[in-house]
């Protein structure tokens, strides 16, 4: 089953402007990632935050973890054609005996030139 | 280096056949998950190997298998198919057991008539 939900569900906006996405989950985690993934392809990592962080940023990706409310963002700024795609979170509970990651529904972006 | 590998990238089987996905983890990667992602949502969680062991097993039928080889590389096995077996299986590599970025590859496309 699915961890959580991504938020909104599908994303259109212009080249050039800011892309928010929201991730929620249901259980104690040990990090929780983003994912990239490009025409129903493999899946690129783009960042990890770990439990006891609160923010971190990667080039244009600006992610945002809040554990009290079992909610993470994701920000994408100045946005290119390039970044049309479909974006996951995927929480990770290896420190509590899972193997694995548990992905959300997943939020598809769409840049338009 | 060569990323995750998986073959064959688009499979095409009749109900009630067996299909053998394989995967090459990242050299130096010990442990090799797989994934199933039906259209239109995020990859669920079927198994994890790590050092030639199961760590972790999801929500899915014994029709489900798989195995890790002494050289890491990884089978998955899906037995007596159904329909409902038609989705996009992801392997991922990663180096330790847990909490760090997986390293995904582009998937085999499997289609069941």
């Known amino acids: 089953s699915q961890q959580g939900e991504e938020d909104p569900q599908a994303l259109s906006i212009q080249e050039g402007e800011n892309a928010t996405m929201n991730c929620s989950y249901k259980?104690?985690?040990?990090?929780l990632q983003w994912y990239r993934q490009n025409s129903g392809r493999g899946l690129v990592h783009l960042i990890l935050?770990?439990?006891?962080?609160r923010e971190k940023h990667s080039g244009r990706l600006r992610v945002t973890l809040d554990t009290s409310k079992k909610s993470s963002s994701l920000l994408i700024t100045a946005s290119r054609a390039a970044d049309t795609a479909s974006y996951f979170c995927?929480?990770?509970?290896?420190?509590?005996?899972?193997?694995?990651?548990?992905f959300g529904t997943g939020t598809r972006l769409t840049i338009i030139p | 280096d060569a990323g995750v590998t998986q073959s064959p990238t688009h499979l095409i089987k009749t109900r009630g056949q067996q299909v053998t996905l394989r995967c090459s983890p990242i050299?130096?990667?010990?442990?090799v998950s797989w994934y199933q992602q039906v259209l239109g949502q995020g990859p669920q969680f079927i198994f994890q190997?790590?050092?030639?062991?199961?760590?972790g097993r999801g929500n899915f039928p014994d029709r489900f298998s798989a195995r890790q080889f002494p050289n890491y590389s990884s089978e998955l096995n899906v037995n007596a198919l159904l329909l409902g077996d038609s989705a996009l299986y992801l392997c991922?590599?990663?180096?330790?057991?847990?909490?760090?970025?997986?390293?995904f590859g582009q998937g085999t496309r499997l289609t069941v008539v």
């Open positions: 050299s130096g990667h010990k442990s």
């Open positions: 190997y790590y050092e030639k062991e199961e760590r």
């Open positions: 991922a590599s990663t180096r330790t057991r847990g909490g760090t970025e997986a390293f």
């Open positions: 259980t104690s985690i040990n990090n």
């Open positions: 995927a929480t990770d509970e290896s420190n509590f005996g899972n193997e694995k990651l548990t």
């Open positions: 935050i770990r439990s006891n962080e």
